[in-house]
């Protein structure tokens, strides 16, 4: 069963610029600094809780190349990230002082851009992060620093197809085209339609694609059954290292992964130096050499 989101990968042109803003700005962690293991010349980059749990994940791949995007038929856009109750004016003046413009979408929420213009919402919970999940880098109080994954918008060519397998293929429940895990409200999945006929083209600021998270093993080769039985597009299924991943394409086009909690970040690096070095899972290890030249040539 789907718990919730598991991490969202989207596209930077600048890694240091995008890792600036995700630390130095947002206050999240650097918790694992890898390679794109689809294609072994990319950085790889992931920011999160202290603890890099499942639900506060952004991911971003690194194509200084890249080009912009094209919003149209069907594309992720506006991810909603938690913060606290009441805590909306110190992110205003926060955002004011890094010089982050940004607009109210309603009495509790904020909305801007990172660097590569991917949109992202604040919202207000009631719910503070827990003291083992505070990040220990910044200066943003405990009281104040971002919780986790509150929602993603979805914006799809074939509307009724997707909510079928939204509850069908992964089990999840909708109401008035949102869509949640089956015994929660949180992890909100807002679908609309597209009004556009063009074919939508990732580009830099974009979001690849969005991953939901099962507990164990057996949730994921059962959900993995069900979408061969329903005739879903299955992409790829992998073993990361840091969990294992089916890939998906639902009716829309659009990516979905679903992934496994365990091991996780701690697989190859300690709780306290998660994020310092360039880390890469066992069965990468033979192409270190390779991967680190390819990196620095990007340099």
Request: hydrophobic share 35%.
């Amino acid at each position: 069963m789907i718990t919730g989101f598991h991490h969202l990968s989207a596209i930077t042109k600048d890694a240091d610029r995008n890792m600036q803003f995700y630390t130095q700005v947002l206050g999240l962690r650097l918790v694992k600094n890898t390679v794109n293991q689809e294609n072994l010349k990319d950085p790889h980059l992931f920011y999160g809780d202290y603890q890099g749990n499942p639900g506060t994940v952004l991911t971003f791949f690194e194509i200084p190349k890249v080009g912009n995007r094209h919003d149209e038929d069907s594309y992720f856009h506006t991810v909603y990230l938690n913060i606290p109750k009441g805590s909306l004016p110190f992110w205003k003046g926060h955002l004011s002082l890094n010089q982050i413009s940004f607009n109210e979408g309603s009495e509790s929420e904020l909305l801007f851009a990172d660097p590569d213009g991917m949109d992202i919402g604040l919202i207000e919970v009631d719910d503070i992060i827990a003291a083992e999940n505070a990040t220990r880098h910044t200066a943003i109080p405990r009281d104040r620093q971002i919780i986790g994954i509150h929602g993603i918008h979805y914006t799809v060519r074939a509307l009724e197809q997707t909510l079928a397998f939204f509850t069908q293929v992964l089990g999840m429940r909708s109401e008035d085209n949102v869509v949640y895990p089956q015994n929660s409200r949180e992890d909100v999945n807002w679908l609309a339609q597209s009004t556009s006929t063009e074919s939508s083209r990732l580009g830099k600021g974009a979001i690849d694609h969005i991953a939901y998270s099962v507990p164990d093993a057996s949730d994921f080769e059962a959900l993995l059954a069900n979408a061969k039985e329903k005739s879903i597009l299955i992409e790829k299924v992998i073993d990361r290292g840091y969990f294992s991943s089916i890939y998906l394409r639902e009716p829309s086009g659009l990516r979905i992964e679903v992934a496994t909690e365990k091991p996780g970040f701690t697989l190859d690096e300690t709780l306290e130096h998660l994020g310092e070095s360039f880390a890469l899972p066992d069965f990468l290890e033979p192409k270190r050499e390779e991967i680190e030249e390819n990196i620095r040539k990007r340099v």
